[in-house]
């Protein structure tokens, strides 16, 4: 397969036009993309109560396949009880994670118990009494609770309390697999944790770094932000190993001239090493320091710790920032020289950066960077993490993390005066570990897919089917489901945002909280998240075995207003929250765009942190860097394409690699390889020869290719580094 001329465009109208006639019509796709609910994929977020497919500058129409592939996927007709006779769980197995997301919604509660083949609906009574039995029968800290990025900040607060006043802290969320190193590197700098910037400041920046991210593919509707600072004359230089289509030349379908004649988006292409980060942004420093164009009076004004680094970068030899980063000194050089005639710069990033054992290092860098030219704190210039679920940050917001915010812990025990628990909660892959040891027992997921989502896809299955209890609350059946069998598992189903029969909220990656109205749910049977963590609660309340559960009258916590009255007076910035009540006003949480260089730290100064390069292990045919991406037509874990039109890959069991890299090993495009990483091998895998990625490095998709991952985490914010791994690839 070709990589298209202009990604987008035509070809994507088309495809919206063909998905939906799946989904029953135009007519109904509109109506169901119009509704005032917050767009279902991405953190960018479109919708709310300015209407489907309206971003936050008021911008109409914003829409994208990916917008469009989960719309459709919860628009599918209901799994029949029928389907789970005839698909036992080994047939399901088979099954690839787009085959599952095509079965249907989910209807009905299931439940699995071990020495079965099959999973069989029960009554939702069946399912909440075999629940809240063995919560009941379990200590607290021998249950975890994970959260996906899909569900409400409302269901999220309430599953996390519920938790707690349960008796745990292992409460945490999918950010563990994702940007969590974006979180604690940005917090160890400014002491927030999230963007910087709104939306607006990227029409007002000259110059965006894009680093390890490819929003042509994940988050498109930033595209049109892009294009535009190249319509200013601004510049985009994109760092990444790939040389990604999307991002040379994009069609923008709700543009009139994008759309005909495509729209150039990067400069400047940068191809590291896989794992080069560090080293070139540390060259882009040192190019600064040489050209002397670091901001000496912002650094000292209004940060610490600059002296270390210079100090540490100074002392970095070019060669060898060279030779981590594969890239010339002069490309460096030229870099930093646009950098520093930049007045308004963005550094953009996503898992390119934080997929890495060195992650948090990487993000405090970029940080730092950004700081050496005085770039965060003004309008026009900032940090922006690119946050992958439309909810992902919301959830961390509201309190969905191990350890409580102190001034979440504070108002929760004073404001309402509950008992919650000091024990250290585990983060996700603490969990995984815990199941496998036997010393967690219990795990519920609200959405997501655990397993999907993990690295060492043997060890993930093992780990959750080592669990007493295992629920996950759904839409669709996922990989998750028939390779996470816990000796009884069961699958919960639930309504979609855009179902629910109250309100919710969800937060964008640049802080803005909005409103969904919900509406009618498509099938019979699914619940809302909300009623079903109520019900649960007040069943397990009635066992008394956790006293703390006393503090609130369960039954009546289905109640989006109120927990949001509780969100607004526990979660610091929400304080707007309950406003949305009365008058459904969407707002911008207090306290993390920073359009003044005042930092949320006790000195309200930066604090500029340490840097050591990280050790990279050589690396020489037939041992590659392999990164782990995602496709196009996918999210996350959830594949709704098989083949990935951006990159001319026509399926996903592949290997792309650098044509130089082919000769090297003697191998012909589309040749069968087996592919042998730390954890595992892949036998029958098609080499692509893909000359978009830098030589010496190879790709593949993730999640098929997790299997071949080892649990190596970044130890600062205990991300797994699904992409630096060295693979032997032979016939
Ligand atoms: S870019 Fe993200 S938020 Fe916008 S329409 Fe696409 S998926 Fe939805």
């Not at 991210?213 to 930033?222: D, F, I, K, T, Y």
């Not at 929760?412 to 919650?420: F, S």
């Not at 027992?441 to 993990?454: A, I, M, P, R, T």
């Not at 580094?721 to 032997?728: I, M």
Request: with cysteine; hydrophobic share 40%; glycine share 8%.
């Amino acid at each position: 397969m070709q990589t298209p001329k202009k990604p987008g465009g035509w070809s994507s109208i088309r495809y919206v036009f063909r998905q939906s006639r799946k989904a029953g019509g135009i007519g109904t796709m509109w109506k169901a993309m119009r509704s005032k609910n917050t767009c279902k994929t991405c953190a960018v977020g479109m919708g709310g109560q300015k209407g489907g497919m309206v971003n936050e500058s008021g911008h109409f129409p914003e829409f994208c396949k990916k917008s469009i592939q989960a719309m459709q996927a919860d628009l599918q007709p209901a799994i029949e009880s029928s389907f789970w006779t005839e698909n036992p769980i080994d047939k399901l197995r088979q099954a690839s994670p787009r085959e599952l997301e095509a079965c249907g919604r989910l209807s009905q509660p299931v439940v699995y118990t071990r020495g079965s083949k099959t999973f069989t609906p029960v009554s939702w009574d069946d399912a909440l009494t075999r629940i809240s039995d063995k919560l009941g029968a379990t200590l607290p800290d021998e249950s975890f609770f994970y959260f996906s990025g899909r569900s409400s900040n409302e269901a999220a607060f309430l599953l996390q309390l519920f938790a707690r006043l349960y008796g745990t802290n292992n409460v945490n969320n999918c950010s563990f697999y994702c940007h969590q190193a974006s979180g604690v590197g940005i917090s160890s700098v400014i002491g927030s944790g999230t963007a910087t910037v709104v939306l607006e400041d990227l029409d007002k920046a000259d110059l965006v770094f894009l680093i390890g991210a490819n929003p042509a593919s994940n988050h498109p509707r930033l595209m049109r932000s892009l294009m535009n600072v190249r319509r200013n004359d601004g510049d985009v230089i994109v760092i990444n190993p790939i040389r990604e289509a999307g991002l040379e030349t994009f069609s923008i379908p709700s543009d009139p001239r994008s759309l005909l004649f495509g729209s150039p988006i990067a400069s400047d292409f940068i191809q590291p090493h896989i794992g080069g980060d560090v080293a070139l942004l540390s060259g882009i420093a040192k190019g600064l320091m040489e050209m002397d164009a670091v901001d000496l009076g912002f650094l000292s004004r209004h940060t610490t710790g600059s002296d270390k680094l210079i100090e540490s970068i100074t002392a970095m030899p070019w060669e060898h920032i060279v030779r981590d980063a594969g890239v010339a000194q002069a490309e460096i050089e030229s870099i930093a020289a646009r950098y520093a005639s930049s007045e308004n710069t963005i550094f953009a990033w996503a898992m390119g950066i934080t997929h890495h054992q060195h992650g948090t290092v990487a993000v405090q860098l970029i940080a730092a960077l950004a700081l050496m030219r005085g770039m965060i704190g003004k309008k026009g210039s900032g940090l922006m993490p690119i946050r992958g679920h439309s909810n992902v940050q919301g959830i961390g917001s509201v309190g969905v993390t191990p350890v409580l915010k102190d001034a979440i812990f504070t108002a929760l025990t004073e404001k309402y005066d509950l008992d919650l628990p000091s024990t250290p909660g585990l983060d996700t892959m603490a969990c995984m570990e815990a199941a496998t040891s036997g010393q967690v027992k219990v795990g519920f997921c609200l959405g997501g897919n655990l397993y999907g989502s993990n690295p060492d896809l043997v060890y993930a299955s093992k780990a959750l089917s080592s669990l007493d209890l295992l629920v996950t609350m759904s839409t669709t059946l996922n990989t998750g489901h028939p390779w996470s069998l816990a000796e009884e598992t069961l699958i919960l189903p639930v309504l979609a945002r855009d179902e629910e029969p109250q309100k919710t909220s969800q937060e964008s990656m640049f802080n803005y909280v909005r409103l969904s109205d919900g509406g009618p749910p498509r099938i019979g049977g699914p619940r809302s998240e909300m009623a079903i963590i109520a019900d649960l609660a007040s069943r397990v309340q009635q066992k008394e075995t956790s006293p703390a559960l006393n503090a609130l009258n369960w039954s009546a916590m289905n109640d989006s207003a109120a927990i949001r009255e509780m969100i607004g007076h526990v979660i610091p910035g929400w304080e707007s929250m309950h406003k949305m009540n009365a008058s459904s006003a969407e707002f911008q949480i207090e306290g993390r765009t920073f359009h003044t260089p005042t930092f949320n730290t006790t000195s309200g100064k930066a604090h500029i942190q340490p840097l050591a390069l990280p050790e990279l292990a050589e690396c020489q045919s037939p041992h590659f860097r392999l990164m782990t991406i995602r496709s196009e037509g996918q999210f996350n874990t959830v594949v709704y394409e098989d083949e990935d039109i951006f990159r001319g890959a026509p399926s996903r069991d592949v290997v792309l690699m650098h044509p130089a890299d082919l000769s090297s090993l003697q191998l012909t495009e589309g040749q069968r390889i087996t592919v042998e990483g730390p954890a595992g091998r892949l036998p029958f895998f098609q080499v692509i020869s893909f000359e978009r990625i830098k030589p010496g490095n190879v790709a593949m998709y993730f999640p098929e290719a997790n299997v071949l991952l080892d649990r190596r985490l970044d130890p600062l914010s205990k991300t797994p580094a699904f992409k630096g791994a060295l693979v032997k690839i032979y016939v």
